[in-house]
């Protein structure tokens, strides 16, 4: 008889194991998030040198300590594309010439506010239209020290708007929270980045008191639901069903030790009557609880994934309601 084993390995989060495989997500994590965004330019432009500004931009930010980790959407850099010259050459084979004003904007998407500007004029030769924007784009110096004391003033401004807005965001994090919209609470406050020091850490305080809910309201739907399964069914199938919802219940949750005694019980319920027919195995294991000793920062480091997770899986879009500051 083929043996036949469930074999489930979840042990709970591991802070060194998070911190080498998602290293860039956790320095982004810490870092002022700026949505990199490529609005329709007054020439239009192939998807391909979108991209490639895309890429520009995002390049950029980065070397200066800024990230688009999708948290946040508010602050966002744009950059407009200005043709000032285009012409081909009478060479052989012909070459597309494009002179190009290029001016990068950081702003508040949501107030229409203009943080910091920044233009700069580049040229491109190519065999074809794209080609010339692409070589114009590539010669766009990221190292320009001009670059550097824009970007630092767009993040002056944002760490202005977290010191004087921290109250109101922590209060709409606890009214997400209180609607049940715990990822979004959890992108929001995971949003404030640690530079701003006193916000930051009311709202590490506050993470971990959404993030428990969270994952206590989470534990009383898995566990109603798979004890229901399991007293309408208490064969092998409904113990595989029961026991895949209770091995996704958090350790830290409140009803944790609950959940694991109940399976506890269909496993040695199922077992002996599997045995009885087959000599097949049947083995489930919950997740182990946390032992770390720091167990703050892995709630916070826990609830960022989520909240990272949360934002990554939205549509990419843009706040921008008022568009008039680039």
């Not at 285009?86 to 190009?100: E, G, R």
């Not at 010669?139 to 202005?160: N, Q, R, V």
């Not at 850490?201 to 739907?221: H, S």
Request: hydrophobic share 40%; net charge neutral; glycine share 4%.
């Amino acid at each position: 008889m083929k043996k036949l084993l469930f074999l489930f390995h979840l042990l709970f989060f591991s802070f060194t194991g998070f911190s080498q495989k998602n290293e860039k997500s956790a320095d982004d994590f810490a870092r002022i998030s700026l949505n990199v965004h490529v609005p329709d330019q007054i020439e239009p432009i192939t998807p391909i040198v979108q991209s490639a500004l895309e890429n520009r931009l995002s390049q950029i930010v980065s070397k200066y300590g800024i990230a688009d980790n999708g948290l946040n959407k508010r602050f966002t850099i744009v950059p407009r594309i200005t043709i000032t010259d285009k012409s081909i050459t009478s060479t052989a084979p012909a070459m597309h010439v494009m002179v190009m004003e290029v001016s990068f904007f950081i702003g508040d998407g949501v107030d229409g506010k203009l943080f910091s500007s920044y233009s700069i004029s580049s040229k491109g030769v190519g065999e074809n239209e794209t080609k010339a924007y692409m070589s114009a784009l590539k010669s766009i110096k990221t190292d320009d020290p001009k670059f550097e004391l824009f970007i630092s003033e767009g993040k002056k401004k944002i760490l202005e708007y977290y010191n004087s807005q921290c109250d109101f965001m922590l209060k709409e994090a606890k009214t997400l929270s209180a609607k049940s919209e715990y990822e979004e609470a959890l992108s929001l406050l995971s949003s404030i980045p640690q530079v701003c020091s006193s916000c930051y850490e009311r709202a590490n305080d506050l993470t971990g008191i959404i993030y428990r809910k969270k994952i206590d309201y989470e534990c009383t739907k898995l566990y109603d639901e798979a004890n229901s399964i399991w007293s309408a069914k208490q064969d092998e199938s409904g113990a595989n069903e029961a026991a895949r919802l209770l091995i996704q219940i958090d350790p830290l949750s409140s009803c944790f030790t609950v959940a694991k005694n109940l399976l506890e019980r269909i496993r040695n319920d199922i077992k002996q009557r599997i045995r009885e027919l087959d000599q097949r195995e049947w083995e489930f294991h919950m997740k182990e609880q946390q032992n770390a000793a720091d167990l703050n920062k892995e709630i916070v480091r826990a609830a960022a994934r989520v909240a990272i997770a949360h934002a990554k899986s939205k549509p990419k879009t843009v706040v921008v309601y008022n568009r008039f500051w680039y």
